[in-house]
């Protein structure tokens, strides 16, 4: 079993952090998705080159830092998607070949890959699987796995069963988001004989038609279920029309 793991690249060092890198553009990819940065005198040393990665529009997840080691500062890049379609790719379009400074030092070529992007693997029934993240539903129907911890040789037992609590949870909250529709409708339409004030939608058409469909969705069997009622599963309607 294997973990699916996201990408990370360096360059090589440069002198300092306020070194000038170059002037141009970086078409900077992560997979399919990719996004430019343009490169001039206000932002072409490493420092500037980092801020304007991290602080780019259409950057989505990929960060950029700075790491310090005895050859000299290093641009580190970090993507956070992870499957190993998502690698990182710079195109370096360097404006000025005459001005003695050279923005393709930070073209893909140039760039080491530190840790390499990966999918998921494992067995289930002595079958592989295999997929671009530590969490999907499309292996065992109806059921959601989430990798953790990658364990070699080691054989986990996975159990589907049913889970009443969730059911009566989510049954609960239908009813709760029915009943608080149906009161709202009901104080939107009420009549007060003592003040003799109608509510804002007292009469209202519309709300009357809303109500009518809503009671017939509740009270009304559906054909080929096991439990084509609501009544069935024990959810009735009290005297006052709330379940």
């Known amino acids: 079993m294997s973990l699916a793991q996201s990408t990370k690249v360096r360059s090589n060092s440069f002198t300092s952090n306020t070194e000038v890198i170059g002037t141009g553009t970086l078409a900077i990819s992560v997979g399919s998705d990719t996004f430019n940065i343009s490169v ?3 932002n072409n040393t490493l420092t500037g080159i980092r801020d304007a990665i991290n602080g780019a ?7 950029a830092s700075i790491v310090n080691v005895d050859g000299g ?3 580190v890049l970090s993507s956070d998607k992870v499957g190993s379609a998502n690698t990182i790719a710079i195109v370096a379009t360097d404006d000025d070949g005459a001005d003695g400074f050279d923005l393709t030092r930070l073209a893909t070529a140039s760039l080491t890959v530190t840790q390499a992007p990966s999918d998921a693997t494992f067995n289930l029934d002595g079958q592989l699987v295999t997929r671009d993240s530590n969490s999907f539903s499309d292996v065992i129907t109806g059921v959601t796995i989430d990798l953790k911890e ?3 040789g080691t054989t986990e037992t996975l159990s589907v069963s049913l889970n009443p609590g969730g059911v009566e949870s989510k049954v609960n909250s239908i009813i709760k988001a029915y009943n ?3 009161d709202t409708m009901k104080n939107l339409s009420k009549y007060d004989a003592e003040t ?6 007292q009469g209202d058409s519309i709300q ?9 969705v509740i009270s009304e069997p559906q054909s080929g279920l096991a439990y084509g009622s609501l009544a069935e599963i024990g959810i009735k ?3 006052t029309g709330n379940l």
């Open 40 to 42: 001039d005198s206000t």
């Open 57 to 63: 529009s259409g950057n989505s997840g990929l960060s």
């Open 73 to 75: 500062p290093q641009l």
């Open 150 to 152: 990658a364990k070699v």
């Open 180 to 182: 608080s529709l149906a």
């Open 196 to 201: 003799k004030s109608a509510a804002v939608l």
């Open 208 to 216: 009357r038609g809303v109500q009518s469909q809503l009671r017939k």
């Open 237 to 239: 309607t009290d005297e």
